[in-house]
């Protein structure tokens, strides 16, 4: 899940407003760059593809006109984002923060970009400067509380989301790391209380909000072993939100490792309509097809995964086991069990269990061993 979340709406007054204290004093912004820059954020603002193309050309205007105008940067960057493209949004946000270094919402949105990218660090130093410029600002202390916990600084994020909690009590993303950093610490008495506090305060009119609570009690009953409590706490998320995810995800496990494959592959249909370009969520579809013996589809899945990403680990892994246990293919599966030690991290889950597989399936290239006895 992401950490935080770009602006949906970007820089709406351009230089035309009144610059925080902290912003760097620059020079009057050239005027047919701010109109433009303004009718790109007109364009920004309405629904469609063909507005957000016609606004992304505005904002690319305007900076032609005058490079120093950040907000246009900033814009186009959040264009950028919105359409998946991290490098170019990096570009972008670097770019707005070359002419105003301590700006707050280049400076959180870059931290997203660095975050989805993998580059926790530079995202926390990112959050941190932010802070610096903006104290109050809760989403950043929210998302750094989320990088300190996934780091296991569990102290370090226990203190910044109790810091948004003093400036704002009721606060659920707040106490949903706070239940997290006590699951993660198995700490599972105190994470129980803590998400029920969240369930209390969740307003009922955000039902994804509350859909992301139930899920996260979810994962503290499996946590817990109780395989039961987790099924009911998922099938709740779902009911309030059934476009949230990471519930039917949770769900679809839930089902496959208790051998109920066509609930599984149902609920990883339902993933992939919505988000045909889930490699996780295609993974494990494959992994419940092959459960309903259905081997071909379940290969295609793996392959699918392999053409968008080649050193998919957990796609390499899947597919050597159904080459080794369910068609066949067990000398040629040592391949494919290497490709994934080759590209699976150190820590991944299942790197012994591959080389395990390796050990036991014979190396078709070796030499053959030595004969013995016989005439010297």
Not at 173 to 191: D, K, M, P, S, W
Request: glycine share 6%; with cysteine; net charge negative.
């Amino acid at each position: 899940m992401a950490a935080l979340a770009v602006s949906a709406g970007g820089c709406g007054g351009g230089s035309t407003s009144n610059q925080p204290e902290t912003l760097a004093e620059l020079p009057p912004a050239d005027p047919a760059a701010v109109r433009e820059f303004l009718a790109g954020n007109r364009f920004m603002g309405r629904p469609g593809r063909g507005n957000q193309r016609r606004a992304r050309r505005r904002f690319q205007k305007a900076i032609q006109i005058d490079p120093n105008l950040w907000e246009a940067h900033y814009n186009l960057g959040v264009l950028q984002r919105r359409a998946g493209d991290l490098e170019a949004a990096a570009g972008s946000f670097d770019a707005a923060l070359q002419i105003q270094p301590r700006a707050p919402e280049p400076l959180l949105a870059a931290a997203e970009v660095d975050y989805a990218r993998g580059e926790q660090g530079a995202a926390a130093e990112r959050l941190e400067t932010l802070l610096e410029v903006d104290p109050e600002n809760l989403d950043a202390r929210v998302a750094l509380a989320v990088m300190l916990r996934e780091d296991e600084r569990y102290d370090a994020a226990l203190e910044q989301a109790r810091e948004v909690l003093v400036r704002d009590p009721q606060n659920i993303r707040a106490l949903l790391e706070i239940g997290r950093a006590y699951r993660a610490r198995e700490q599972y008495e105190v994470a129980r209380l803590v998400l029920d506090k969240a369930v209390q305060l969740a307003p009922e009119d955000a039902p994804g909000l509350m859909a992301e609570v139930r899920n996260e009690q979810g994962l503290l009953e499996l946590d817990r072993g109780d395989t039961q409590a987790a099924f009911q706490a998922f099938e709740q998320a779902i009911a309030l939100d059934a476009a949230y995810e990471p519930a039917r995800m949770n769900m679809g496990s839930v089902l496959l490792h208790a051998g109920d494959f066509a609930g599984a592959v149902a609920q990883y249909e339902a993933v992939l309509e919505q988000h045909p370009d889930d490699l996780a969520a295609r993974v494990a579809y494959g992994a419940a097809l092959r459960g309903q013996g259905e081997h071909r589809q379940a290969r295609r899945q793996y392959e699918r995964v392999l053409e968008a990403d080649p050193e998919n680990a957990d796609a390499l892994f899947n597919l050597a086991v159904l080459q080794a246990e369910f068609v066949d293919e067990r000398t040629e599966s040592r391949a494919t069990f290497q490709r994934y030690l080759d590209a699976a991290p150190r820590r991944h889950p299942k790197r012994e269990q591959a080389e395990e597989y390796l050990q036991l399936i014979p190396d078709p290239n070796a030499p053959p061993p030595p004969r013995q006895g016989g005439p010297p």
